[in-house]
């Protein structure tokens, strides 16, 4: 019997749950494009990762003019790989730190998770629950989801998690675990992104590494979707008086025009890893994504757009706080959705949004107009 298309891609490419039914085939400035050549203004940029826009010239001339080698096995040595681990750290206001290199956000927190380990020697970690911080076994378990035990078996009673909903009650719950001195890393966001943008209180942060400091316990600060300009800073735990032991992050550290990831440690830390083949990526830095971050990186910083991207969020405020209550800094914001089906019914008027946790994100790109915020906060008014 003669397959039909669908029923071979079934077979052929594994889908976890019912795709979004929407072709694209192209990508431009802020918009994604379908097979039909109809534009949608894009209020999610793939996740935070498209923080430069799409079809960035001076990125994409960088990655195609590429003259270096096709790929450089990681324990040779590498310009290129120094070059970027300086740019990056010079990017932290502290400018120290030591970089590991990686493909992506999970395997950026898996260095993370392993560095914490070898620096304490101690096997518990504490995260908030439902949060997100990658696939692998051990993020999965970090935030234990019930779907996700049910499946793929009980996690570690090493895991550990606490609740948000209320800020004092995590914070009390945080410090009681982290006190109890057998803790060897707490992981979290600066901003809950994977649980709608959740904003922690400056004291959550203070107590938090208050208790961490006095214990040896690790603060990894995940800063896959919150990093490179989206809350306008640099980073977002540069809104708080935070001093991360670890950073992570991947997505906007290329804009999505390479496959690249980083563990940014202090180098006090970083020191736990130096034993034979405590680390390894085949893919982790390949030169081609190398380019791709250095050219973003400079980019973001020739177009001043973690700035801009304040500027844009403080006006993005302003119009969405007519109609709902959001939260969030710069282009990185939440709020709860009302009634379900925002996002789909945002996409029939041409807006990509995403919803997750009863509520609605937005991830703009950096770049976007005052025009552009207008057009979608009219959408979003319509349809929440
Ligand atoms: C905060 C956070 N951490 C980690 C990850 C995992 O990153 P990756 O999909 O690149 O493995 C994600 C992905 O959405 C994320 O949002």
């Avoid at 970690?125 to 997100?132: I, N, R, S, V, W």
């Avoid at 109890?180 to 992104?193: K, L």
């Avoid at 959001?326 to 709020?335: A, D, H, K, S, T």
């Avoid at 950096?366 to 319509?382: C, H, N, P």
Wanted: glycine share 8%.
């Amino acid at each position: 019997m003669k397959k039909s298309t669908t029923t071979k891609a079934k077979e052929f490419l594994f889908r976890d749950a019912p795709t979004i039914p929407l072709e694209i085939v192209d990508s431009g400035g802020r918009y994604i494009i379908d097979k039909d050549g109809k534009p949608y203004l894009d209020f999610t940029m793939g996740w935070c990762v498209g923080n430069a826009g799409w079809k960035k010239k001076a990125i994409i001339n960088a990655v195609k003019g590429f003259q270096g080698p096709d790929y450089v096995q990681p324990n040779f040595l590498y310009k290129r790989w120094d070059i970027l681990a300086e740019k990056l750290v010079c990017l932290l206001p502290h400018a120290r730190g030591t970089c590991f290199r990686a493909t992506g956000g999970t395997e950026a927190n898996e260095i993370a998770l392993k560095i914490a380990r070898a620096y304490n020697k101690r096997k518990k970690f504490l995260a908030f629950k439902g949060a997100y911080h990658g696939q692998s076994l051990a993020c999965l378990s970090l935030v234990r989801i019930p779907e996700h035990e049910e499946h793929f078996g009980t996690f570690s009673e090493d895991y550990l998690q606490i609740s948000t909903g209320d800020w004092a009650t995590a914070t009390q719950e945080a410090v009681q675990c982290i006190g109890r001195g057998n803790i060897s890393a707490f992981i979290s966001e600066p901003f809950i992104c994977n649980l709608g943008v959740l904003v922690p209180p400056q004291n959550f942060f203070d107590e938090v590494m208050e208790v961490c400091k006095k214990t040896n316990t690790l603060f990894i600060c995940d800063e896959v979707a919150t990093g490179f300009g989206r809350t306008g800073k640099w980073f977002g735990f540069e809104h708080y008086t935070l001093d991360p032991d670890i950073i992570t992050i991947a997505k906007g550290f290329s804009s999505g025009y390479g496959a690249i990831g980083a563990t940014i440690a202090k180098p006090e830390v970083a020191e736990a890893m130096r034993f034979e083949f405590s680390n390894y990526s085949t893919f982790g830095w390949h030169p081609l994504a190398v380019e791709a971050a250095i050219a973003n990186i400079n980019y973001l910083q020739k177009e001043n757009l973690p700035s801009k991207a304040k500027e844009s969020g403080v006006y993005l405020m302003k119009k969405l706080s007519a109609f709902c209550k959001p939260e969030g800094n710069g282009l990185c914001i939440g709020f709860n959705e009302p009634k379900k089906g925002t996002e789909i019914r945002c996409r029939k008027n041409g807006l990509m949004v995403s919803s997750i946790n009863n509520r609605i994100v937005l991830f703009p790109a950096l770049d976007v107009t005052k025009k552009e915020i207008d057009q979608a906060t009219e959408i979003l008014r319509k349809n929440v």
